[in-house]
């Protein structure tokens, strides 16, 4: 790839004869190397691209977009989705996700067959914890830690190396936290929304649930584990996610044949 060649937003395996293509939009401070090892088993099934953002990765040169709008109009302005596909989005993925098909719905573009949204409470909702993304470097690594996986000893040694290391991070609690929340819609949008959330998330069931409130069509589904269900059963996270896409393949197959 030459310098002047713009790096794409999203990454994974492309071509092959996949019947669709499963977009993944990352929770905060991850990266999509974890999701694409996550549906790495799935692969002859169906085409997976993971959305990389930048300040991160192969795009850690570009400055860090900061809030949602911002963000969501990059991705729908960036990449041409092409019909047929399905979102999946955890966490703050879940919202990012939303945003970005509520754009595509507004230009009139194809929209995803199925929005999966995992791990999320409603997008018209608040943030559930208190805002943290002006923690100090030390403070921001413990959180990080604990909702991930802790820093190496060597990153948290050298100050100038941890602030680097928590950039994505701290962008991500930017985005969420001073996200506005998105009205509930006058006219529930088509595009079916199905919640996944592990049994013992943080996030109340109830506050799953309210993303009904967004879709004329809504499901539910509790899977094995907590705020990161394909950390504690990768296997059944995946069943669930392969069931779901399979379903909206299926409806959209029988839609183009009447």
Known sequence: MSDDTPIPWFTGRTGGDHPCTLYCFPHSGSSAGEYIRLFHPLRSRFAVRVLQLPGRGVRLEEP????????????ADAHDFAAPYVFLGHSLGALTAHEV???????GAPAPLHLIASGSPAPHLPPL????????DRELAALLGRQHSPLPAEILADPEVLRLSLRAFRADLTVLETREPSPVPDT???VPVTTLR???D??????????AAHTARFAHRRVPGGHFPFRDDAEAYRAAVDALVTEAVHDYQEERNR
């Open 202 to 211: 943080y996030v109340p069931e109830e506050h799953a649930r309210q993303w």
């Open 188 to 190: 529930p949008w088509p």
């Open 198 to 200: 592990g049994r013992d």
């Open 64 to 75: 860090e977009l900061l809030d949602m709008k911002t963000l969501a109009a990059a991705v």
């Open 129 to 136: 914890k208190e805002p943290a993304r002006h923690l100090p």
């Open 101 to 107: 098909t509520g754009l595509l719905l507004d230009r």
